[in-house]
T-cell receptor
């Protein structure tokens, strides 16, 4: 069974600081997604990573994919309060689509 | 704007009632639709994958007779929670995709069974 694990599960950080969220998965995949979820809301697509070495950036968030290590990272630069949310990675193997455990981020002013 | 519309957004009903949730793709033909369930502060759990015109493929542990999925057209899939009970209370999210395109998610339905 495919396992998708995120670390950390909970993250509290001050505004202006940097941090990285990790997404490890247990099988081969060339398609990895990052989503944001605000409380009580559905998912907002952030990034789609389709190949080894892919790097995408949007604002203060940057995502990368290392398919050999089966690892994706979501890096937060100079965090602001508006980034507080839960972040999920999701892996698509073609046959399976599974979400990571989620990382609940709270940015403290 | 939204490309996947999910309706209703919130349902509260008595135990034993059947509840239908609709998921529509608004501006594309969805060859595949997915239904997810999410418990508070947990990740999304895939319940079933639905291809237009064929029976849904359910994930292990998901009761087919409890969660009826119909994907009658390329723009509409429905999830019916039959004879719902309090343990069925959850946040249900659908998504739709066309071919290898990324999934587009609906806004979710919060179901509360009293």
């Amino acid at each position: 069974e495919l396992k998708v694990e995120q670390n950390p599960l909970f993250l509290s950080m001050q505004e202006g600081k940097n941090y990285t969220i990790y997404c490890n998965y247990s099988t081969t995949s060339d398609r990895l997604y990052w989503y944001r979820q605000d409380p009580g809301k559905s998912l907002e697509s952030l990034f789609v990573l389709l190949s080894n070495g892919a790097v995408k950036q949007e604002g203060r968030l940057m995502a990368s994919l290392d398919t050999k290590a089966r690892l994706s990272t979501l890096h937060i630069t100079a965090a602001v309060h508006d980034l507080s949310a839960t972040y999920f990675c999701a892996v698509d193997t073609g046959n399976q689509f599974y979400f990571g455990t989620g990382t609940s981020l709270t940015v403290i002013p | 704007g939204a490309v996947v519309s999910q309706h209703p957004s919130r349902v509260i009903c008595k135990s034993g009632t059947s509840v239908k949730i609709e998921c529509r793709s608004l501006d594309f033909q969805a060859t595949t639709m997915f239904w997810y369930r999410q418990f508070p502060k947990k990740s999304l759990m895939l319940m079933a994958t639905s291809n237009e015109g064929s029976k849904a493929t359910y994930e292990q542990g998901v009761e087919k007779d409890k969660f009826l999925i119909n994907h009658a057209s390329l723009t509409l899939s429905t999830l019916t929670v039959t004879s719902a009970h309090p343990e069925d209370s959850s946040f249900y999210i659908c998504s739709a995709t066309q071919g290898w395109q990324p999934q587009h998610f609906g806004d979710g339905t919060r179901l509360s069974i009293l």
